[in-house]
């Protein structure tokens, strides 16, 4: 390159520099004295925050009408065991394949629907509540918890049952 190329590239960079400076100037000097383009700033922050929250909660509707779809069809398909003995098989290869499936990308609905059809046969659902909570990756423990709320487990609503019932009991004791 010529000297002059090299002297008219430098001249460009050292005005769009200046503009680039002058420009973070101006806002930051309007942003400090001028009270309504601070309200323009933050009127633009809430719209943002609140255009976020709403596309928050209509993603979190979608995920669980697809979760419902997906729980429903999924034990239309395969039904839960009703023997102990059934269930200790069933619980083992639900888990298995949920560990497997959660390993692959984009497999995490899935992997949940094992975990939570394994969580459905399981005697103490709250001691593999908490080991699912301990060595599930997040994404797909909140997926579960989700499954749980959409149709709770027998053995779930059987605890929540007695819970239910035990407060009920103080209520007419005192």
């Excluded at 100037?25 to 633009?44: G, V, W």
Aim: charge should be positive.
């Amino acid at each position: 390159m010529s000297s002059s190329t090299l002297r008219s590239a430098g001249y460009v960079f050292i005005g769009v520099t200046a503009a680039a400076l002058s420009y973070c100037i101006y806002f930051d000097y309007e942003r400090r004295h001028n009270p309504e383009f601070r309200k323009r700033i933050n009127q633009s922050k809430r719209k943002a925050q609140k255009k976020a929250a709403i596309e928050a909660e209509q993603d979190k509707t979608k995920k669980l009408e697809v979760l419902k779809k997906k729980l429903n069809e999924s034990l239309v398909a395969n039904p839960l065991p009703t023997s102990l003995q059934e269930k200790e098989s069933y619980f083992l290869e639900q888990v298995t394949t949920g560990e497997k499936l959660g390993a692959i990308p984009g497999k995490e609905i899935d992997a949940a629907i094992y975990f939570y059809k394994g969580l459905a046969v399981y005697p103490n659902p709250t001691g593999i509540l908490d080991i699912y909570q301990r060595t599930l990756p997040p994404k797909i423990y909140e997926l579960v918890m989700m499954l749980t709320a959409i149709q709770p487990p027998k053995s779930v609503v059987n605890i929540l049952g007695d819970s239910v019932g035990s407060l009920d009991a103080d209520k007419t004791v005192e």
